[in-house]
């Protein structure tokens, strides 16, 4: 396997990951002590900027999915 077929595909198992988490952060984020959701909301954040870095390293760059990472980014900081 190539480089950039080595990046998708670890690129979409960061996604999933992503998806994941960010659903349920947004479904239980209320019954969460404060240092809970404070600790969710910095995985989630982190994991997503792993995601653009390895976005932006890719060649081509996957513009949508850079767009959607920086989308999400701004609706998890926005949130409580």
Do not use: C, W
Not at 8 to 24: F, Y
Not at 42 to 54: M, P, V
Not at 71 to 80: A, E, K, P
């Amino acid at each position: 396997m190539n480089l950039y077929s080595e990046q998708v595909k670890t690129l979409n198992k960061i996604m999933s990951t992503i998806d994941e988490k960010a659903a349920l952060y947004k479904e239980t984020r209320f019954d969460m002590r404060g240092a809970q959701s404070d600790a969710q909301k910095k995985l989630l954040l982190d994991l997503i900027k792993s995601a653009t870095e390895l976005a932006h390293e890719m060649k081509p760059s996957p513009k949508e999915v850079l767009d959607d990472l920086g989308r999400l980014t701004r609706q998890i900081n926005d949130m409580r």
